[in-house]
């Protein structure tokens, strides 16, 4: 154990610098992905059928594909288009698309959930059609999709440690530097482990203090 | 799951190469690329030591490292001229042929399937196993452990070959599979196993870490060649690696790839021999 916390004291900066990369990739994501969520999820809930096509066909196959292998996508397809993206900007763009695709259908679901009576009265006290998106039916929607959303936070950070395969400095890649040298295997592993857990759990705990205050009643 | 992952990266490696023909195949040679760039951007991993990893400073550091300073040596003058691309095992040829990087040097073993698709340089290691034991333990030798028979226990990583790969040298050995290094050293150490099997250089570096408490069998099998990978169809760029390796070998810049061989594995690589060029021997 002695051996183990050394090890850990000499890896804490290389370590958390993993860590905040970690925060940062899947906070970008989440943001990123959280905008264009939103015009997938209304586009999705309103436009016509021949505009809602393109948004259905790009849902589908982000939810239908591996996030590993968007990531390998992302970062090769660009390549040889001539646009060399670095690891991190290829990781997030991955993660950005897989949470806007998330994001847009579970957004889709909450506008449609909105009893009808809500848009009708909307419409008949004269608001057009952005009018009654601001201020009747999204922020309805985001109290029931905030839950779902927390969640896609949450599968953000686990995803973002598939982004050590292409060579991002994540905590994963890092912890596995750490164990390259050092040999302790499972006991860095269990630590990684542990800080993943110890940051969803924070996020999961957020998202329900948030939802007691905003969320339906 | 690696040979899954190394599909999948290929798979979509070269399925984007075909969404574009070959651009800069002739336009102009990586060497000119490189010396207008003024640095060197090298793929190599960061979690296998002694080849590259990353010390206690952070600093990523081995054998792989120097070789690609090596290079750069050669092209700037510089050993420092070098840019280091992370990338995982899965990640080498892909990152070759999408054009990522310009040369991986990252303990890539020459096969004649992977030479179809990338170009090998000259080669600057050859890997094999071998066994290392306790020192002033049971067995003295590899004849001693093979005399011994099934009398002896030997770790090993993990691995679907492993079985096989101690069986090669030691046909009535019991064999220990451990699924990791700290494991399978361990084993050793509290006498569950008699020898440990591994690779060459791993145990070399090891044995340096920890000098005295640890001897080598004397028998190394399982040879495998490690060298650079390069894009295929730029031959200035192969030939003017292919001179910076061979003559840290052979030539003027022995020096370097000694003191790295040193460093690294703890043994002296032999002086090239004054007079008639041993490799055309």
């Known amino acids: 154990m002695q051996a183990f916390l050394d090890q850990l004291w000499i890896a804490r900066w290389p370590l958390w610098d993993g860590l905040l990369l970690t925060a940062g990739i899947a906070a970008a994501a989440i943001a990123f992905g959280t905008l264009l969520g939103g015009i997938v999820g209304v586009q999705l809930a309103y436009a016509p059928w021949w505009l809602r096509l393109p948004f259905r066909l790009y849902v589908d196959i982000m939810r239908g594909t591996p996030v590993l292998v968007l990531i390998l996508a992302a970062f090769y397809i660009p390549a040889v288009a001539g646009l060399s993206l670095g690891p991190t900007e290829a990781g997030t763009l991955a993660l950005t698309l897989f949470a806007g695709a998330h994001i847009g259908e579970l957004l889709r679901g909450s506008l449609q959930a909105i009893p009808p009576g809500q848009a009708e009265a909307g419409r008949s006290i004269g608001l057009t059609f952005p009018q009654l998106l601001a201020y009747v039916l999204l922020p309805q929607a985001a109290r029931s999709a905030l839950p779902p959303w927390i969640n896609t936070g949450v599968e953000l950070i686990k995803g973002s440690s598939l982004l050590s395969i292409i060579g991002v400095g994540e905590l994963l890649l890092r912890t596995q530097e750490v164990i390259g040298r050092t040999f302790m295997t499972i006991q860095f592993y269990i630590f990684a482990g542990i800080v993943y857990l110890v940051i969803n759990i924070a996020l999961d705990q957020l998202g329900k203090s948030l939802e007691r205050r905003v969320g339906q009643h | ?281």
């Not at chain 2, 080669?123 to 066994?131: F, I, K």
């Not at chain 2, 003191?259 to 004054?274: C, D, H, N, S, V």
């Open chain 2, 1 to 281: 799951m690696f040979q899954n992952l190394t599909r999948i990266a290929a798979g979509i490696g070269i399925a984007a190469c075909t969404l574009l023909p070959a651009t800069d195949a002739s336009a102009q040679s990586k060497l000119k690329e490189v010396l207008n760039r003024g640095k060197l951007i090298v793929g190599t991993g960061s979690t296998n030591p002694p080849w590259h990893f990353r010390d206690e400073k952070n600093q990523l550091v081995g054998f792989d490292i120097e070789i690609a300073k090596i290079i750069a040596q050669g092209l700037f003058d510089d050993p420092n001229k070098v840019e280091f691309v992370n990338q995982a095992s899965d990640a080498r040829i892909p990152n070759i042929v999408t054009g990522k990087v310009d040369i991986s040097c990252q303990f890539v073993t020459v096969t004649a399937a992977r030479a179809q698709q990338v170009a090998f340089t000259v080669p600057y290691y050859r890997e094999g196993v071998s066994l290392m034991m306790v020192a002033g333990g049971p067995y003295a030798d590899y004849a001693a452990l093979k005399a011994a028979g099934s009398k002896v226990t030997v770790s090993v990583l993990q691995n679907v070959f492993a079985e096989k790969m101690v069986k090669d040298a030691l046909p009535e050995a019991k064999v220990d599979q451990f699924d990791s290094v700290d494991l399978m050293y361990q084993a050793l150490n509290s006498g569950r196993a008699q020898a440990a099997a591994t690779d060459s250089s791993s145990l070399r570096y090891y044995m340096k870490q920890n000098a005295g408490r640890y001897v080598d069998s004397g028998y190394s099998w399982n040879p495998q060649t490690y060298a650079c990978i390069v894009r295929q169809g730029d031959q200035d760029w192969l030939n003017f690696v292919n001179v910076a390796l061979r003559e840290s070998m052979t030539g003027t810049t022995f020096p370097l790839y000694k003191a790295a061989f040193e460093r690294w594995f703890g043994e002296t690589p032999p002086e090239p021999k004054i007079g008639f060029p041993q490799e055309f021997r």
